[in-house]
């Protein structure tokens, strides 16, 4: 059970380039959500889907499309990448907790993208 | 989303020392969570509250959840050099789903 993972761990673009962070998870979680992370900015949802088929947007979603490929895959890609854009990217899915009554978000390692 | 008002922004302290965080929002919550992050990590789930003026123990770690449901707090006991890293609430709004917001972390650095 690998949980919540995430490639490239590390990528560098240029301004203008495209690419698709991938996520995937192993535990049948319906729910599934991409954030971003900058310097004292917290996290910040970026876009989401509640069910395989779905997908809705976040707080910042402009810049970005994302892809629930089936249930276990959701894309985030960034067509033409810019400066503004540099941050951590993390991947999480919901699903039940240590207490098998609630649901709570598991994140995945983060890929760090620089564009420059 | 609303952002959480999370202080400290960063701790230094000397390993043993007990340590406190809080979060504050402007409105009501019906969730709170708190998170880990270690250094080139993604965040970790510690502790979740669900309820008024619960509190809540995971090993040396404290959370409660405030009367007001505006508030929580987080306090560490005995620290030690693996307690390093960022300590990020969560909330959830009730009738707002799933969507969790954020406070922006309290970076912890415990020195031996």
């Known amino acids: 059970n690998a949980g919540v993972t995430q490639t490239p761990k590390f990528q560098v673009l240029k301004t203008g380039q495209s690419m698709t962070l991938q996520c995937a998870q192993d535990?049948?979680?319906?729910?599934m959500y991409w954030y971003r992370q900058d310097p004292g900015m917290g996290l910040r949802l970026i876009y989401y889907?509640?069910?395989?088929?779905?997908?809705d947007k976040g707080e910042v979603p402009n810049g970005y499309n994302v892809s629930r490929l089936n249930k276990r895959e959701f894309s985030l890609r960034l067509e033409s990448a810019a400066p503004s854009q540099t941050s951590v990217y993390f991947c999480?899915?919901?699903?039940?907790?240590?207490?098998?009554?609630?649901?709570?978000?598991?994140f995945g390692p983060g890929t760090r993208l620089t564009v420059l | 989303g609303q952002q959480l008002n999370q202080s400290p922004q960063s701790m230094f302290i000397q390993e043993g020392e007990d340590v406190s965080m809080n979060c504050t929002s402007s409105s009501i919550f019906n969730t709170w969570l708190w998170y880990k992050q270690d250094p080139g990590e993604g965040p970790v789930l510690l502790i979740a509250?669900?309820?008024?003026?619960e509190l809540t123990s995971n090993g040396r770690l404290t959370a409660q959840f405030g009367i007001t449901r505006k508030d929580s707090f987080l306090n560490i006991s005995a620290s030690i050099p693996s307690d390093v890293g960022i300590y990020f609430c969560?909330?959830?709004?009730?009738?707002?789903?799933?969507?969790?917001?954020f406070g922006k972390g309290t970076s912890l650095l415990v020195t031996p």
């Open positions: 535990m049948n979680h319906n729910s």
């Open positions: 969560a909330g959830r709004e009730a009738n707002s789903g799933y969507a969790l917001n």
């Open positions: 999480a899915s919901r699903g039940k907790i240590w207490e098998e009554t609630y649901n709570e978000q598991f």
């Open positions: 509250l669900y309820k008024a003026g």
């Open positions: 889907s509640a069910s395989e088929g779905t997908t």
